[in-house]
């Protein structure tokens, strides 16, 4: 089968490849580009391991095709510490709140959390909640998971984390 | 998980599209936010050699007014749908609903279009479409035409929509102010479908209900429109008996499968249930008649 030409850009840089129209984006992402801290949980649309940032919108990469990101600007979770390397709000907020167990799930959580604060920096604990609730965590510790985007949300916005009372 | 072998094509135009689909045949399938059609493909319960991608046409985007119709493109995403001013304005109910279908990501990629023209019984749009008097506006190889909602869905994923046909915008008369609505979903779980739901739209005039639409959704075999319960409701305040009757009319017209969500007495139950919290929510948002 007739192979197609495309061209993106991930984490700031411009990619190219060539891909049979049915390889998935996660697929071109992981295996082409070798980027392999996006993750491919299930597969099947549910779990959101395999979240990246698509032209602003939080995508499950394992449900587009790589040949419909043509021109497309994308965000894994290898472009997301500052500049200088040193961690993101998020990234830090993950590590300081113990926001990970196994850590399967973390890429896709820190890429669909930053969207969620870039549209609603503010969020109440119900509104993350909410706004996660496409990405699956197998070990349960959706606490600190909630946690670390508090604190990131606060550290991003100059205010002061404060755990709430148990 | 890959899916089989297609070739992809990616029109710029409503008409470069239909063209396409006269000339690729029965084997080409449209691609919209691809939530229902890429997990098929991947278990090869779909197997399309041609996909259609209408991504690359602007048209089919966007949320406009004519006159008294809310018209929206049918590739508008549902994320879109929660992010418009006209919608949260004109069409809260629209809102509500498009905030229990799926999770924030699929909500990003899912089509207004691809969920209603789909015929999943298990979308929750098309009930809600038919509730709002909706009509869907198509374009095929013989011109553009329009079809009511409510004489859109002939079966489980079968639908009135010819081959070759593209549904391109969605056109709901605007609610009159004061309206009342609810969109009552029982689910198991962030992301699945509905157990039973119930769409219900509004007047209220003194106290008493004026006019009623009720939709249920993955209650059978297609969306219905409850009108009988619609008729028992209007002119009464909704007391317990009027409810009651209303839910027991619902629940006669309700034909689920029995399935993981549970079985067919259960689903018709709690059908009821939903039938009978929508109309009291609606009414409690009820204004003075418009």
């Known amino acids: 089968m007739a192979k197609t030409h495309i061209t993106m850009t991930v984490n700031g840089e411009a990619v190219e490849g060539l891909v049979e129209s049915r390889t998935l984006l996660v697929h071109f992402i992981r295996e082409n580009l070798q980027l392999t801290g996006t993750h491919i949980g299930c597969e099947t649309t549910h779990c959101g391991a395999c979240t990246i940032d698509i032209d602003g919108m939080s995508v499950k990469s394992c449900t587009m095709f790589a040949v419909q990101a043509e021109g497309a600007a994308i965000t894994t979770i290898e472009g997301v510490a500052n500049a200088d390397g040193t961690l993101s709000a998020l990234q830090e907020g993950f590590r300081q709140m113990h926001g990970l167990q196994c850590g399967f799930c973390t890429p896709g959580m820190i890429l669909r959390a930053q969207r969620l604060l870039q549209e609603n920096p503010t969020p109440s604990e119900e509104e993350i909640r909410f706004g996660i609730a496409g990405n699956l965590c197998r070990c349960t510790g959706y606490q600190n998971i909630v946690k670390a985007i508090q604190y990131a949300a606060a550290k991003i916005n100059g205010t002061e984390f404060q755990e709430a009372a148990q | ?290």
Not at chain 2, 66 to 74: M, Q, R
Not at chain 2, 184 to 190: A, I, P, Q
Not at chain 2, 238 to 253: G, V
Not at chain 2, 279 to 284: D, I, V, Y
């Open chain 2, 1 to 290: 998980m890959i899916t089989g072998q297609f070739d992809y094509h990616r029109p710029a135009t409503v008409a470069e599209a239909v063209k396409l689909l006269a000339s690729l045949g029965e084997d080409a399938n449209l691609l919209a936010g691809g939530h229902s059609l890429i997990p098929m493909m991947k278990l090869r319960l779909a197997a399309p050699e041609h996909l259609v991608d209408l991504h690359g046409i602007a048209a089919l985007k966007g949320i406009g007014r004519e006159g008294d119709t809310v018209v929206i493109g049918a590739m508008t995403t549902q994320h879109e749908l929660l992010a418009d001013d006209t919608i949260a304005a004109s069409l809260p109910i629209l809102r509500e609903t498009a905030l229990l279908i799926a999770d924030p990501q699929v909500r990003y990629r899912g089509t207004i279009g691809g969920n209603v023209a789909n015929g999943d019984p298990g979308n929750d749009m098309p009930a809600l479409m038919m509730t709002l008097g909706a009509r869907y506006r198509i374009e095929g190889p013989s011109g553009t035409r329009e079809v009511a909602a409510a004489e859109f869905y002939q079966g489980a994923y079968v639908t009135a929509l010819e081959p070759g046909e593209i549904v391109t915008a969605i056109a709901i008369p605007a609610p009159a102010d004061g309206h009342g609505y609810a969109y009552e979903k029982l689910k198991r779980k962030v992301g699945d479908y509905a157990t039973a739901a119930a769409a219900v739209m509004l007047t209220m005039d003194g106290g008493t209900v004026a006019s009623c639409a009720i939709g249920l959704t993955n209650l059978s075999d297609t969306p219905l429109l409850a009108d009988e319960a619609a008729g028992i409701v209007i002119g009464t305040n909704l007391d317990d008996a009027t409810l009651k009757k209303a839910a027991a009319a619902a629940e006669a017209i309700m034909s689920p499968a029995a399935d993981t969500r549970g079985p067919v007495e259960y689903r018709k139950h709690v059908g009821g249930i939903m039938v009978a919290r929508a109309l009291t929510r609606a009414a409690g948002r009820a204004g003075a008649a418009g």
